[in-house]
């Protein structure tokens, strides 16, 4: 038995000295070459990376300014949907742009002048070509070079999201939360949104710039008076509920409306424009009519539909 065995191992090591050609590649293959799953990793983090890197301080300027045609190609398919809890769906390219660079803070246009400067996406897998899983911390910090505060650390925002993707590797659905909203905004503005006073403020605020922003063919109300009067009825919500037919929802949607007013303007208007209005208590939930898959078939691999 001995003997065989030692016979056999001779014969393999003669086969590979005499046919070096034939091992070499394949080594070669097995450490070389990666896999297919970590292509696709590599295709699908980048992805995720050029989104959040838009979200950066000044990158997000000139999709503000000038919109969509300021977006790379390559990052969301033309025909994206998602969700991003507690914000709401986006049913379109021009709402998911909107979403992801529109809203992010500009220092010179809130009082604390925050905005993201950084970011780091902390978790990753992407475990089939279609679908990938992240968490990105996104830190803010004060942009205002004249002020001693310029470069102080505030609080970081954090995004969890599963992401699908096309055959290109574009973002076609995403699913993302944002477990700290209400708590970022607080401590960011460092006034307790629950304070009546602030609550006050905040709607002479979204109405004096509602007048400013929306007018002609976008008006909604007949005076900053009409919407102060109507607006101090509704409920003020806050950002872990921004999704309603309450304040807070409209201060989200005024700072869309200078992008598309036409879009925007009814949203922070007496009606809502179907956006912050009341919803129903299953809306995060209705994947089906949103993604248009059967559910739990969106962001999952090896889907059989
Ligand atoms: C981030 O965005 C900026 C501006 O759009 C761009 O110049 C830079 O190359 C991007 N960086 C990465 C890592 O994508």
């Not at 002609?216 to 008076?225: L, V």
Request: charged fraction near 10%; aromatic fraction near 10%; proline fraction near 7%.
């Amino acid at each position: 038995m001995m003997f065989c065995f030692h016979l056999l191992s001779i014969a393999c090591a003669i086969a590979g000295l005499v046919s070096p050609a034939r091992a070499w590649p394949i080594w070669w293959l097995s450490n070389k070459i990666p896999s297919p799953t970590a292509v696709y990793e590599e295709r699908n983090l980048k992805t995720i990376q050029g989104i959040y890197n838009l979200t950066v301080y000044p990158n997000q300027l000139p999709i503000i300014t000038a919109g969509a045609s300021q977006v790379p190609s390559g990052l969301f398919s033309q025909n994206v949907v998602g969700r991003v809890d507690p914000v709401g769906d986006f049913h379109s390219f021009q709402d998911s742009i909107e979403y992801f660079f529109a809203l992010s803070p500009v220092p010179q246009a809130n009082a604390v002048r925050a905005a993201i400067t950084s970011f780091q996406i902390t978790e990753f897998t992407s475990a089939c070509a279609n679908v990938a899983a992240s968490v990105v911390y996104l830190f803010c910090t004060v942009v205002n070079p004249c002020s001693p505060d310029h470069g102080k650390q505030l609080a970081t925002l954090k995004q969890v999201a599963f992401w699908r993707f096309d055959d290109a590797g574009a973002v076609v659905n995403y699913d993302a939360w944002i477990p700290n909203l209400n708590s970022w905004v607080v401590s960011t503005q460092g006034v307790p949104i629950s304070n009546p006073q602030a609550q006050v403020q905040a709607i002479q605020q979204l109405c004096a710039f509602t007048q400013l922003r929306c007018t002609g063919a976008n008006t909604q109300w007949a005076s900053t008076e009409e919407c102060v009067t109507t607006l101090s009825q509704r409920p003020f919500g806050n950002y872990d509920e921004a999704w309603g037919d309450n304040i807070v929802c409209r201060t989200i949607h005024l700072v869309l409306t200078q992008v598309r007013p036409d879009h925007h303007c009814p949203h922070v208007g007496p009606t809502g424009g179907g956006k912050c209005v009341d919803i129903p208590s299953n809306a995060y939930f209705e994947d089906v009519s949103l993604y248009g898959n059967p559910l739990g078939k969106t962001f999952t691999c090896n889907r059989t539909t």
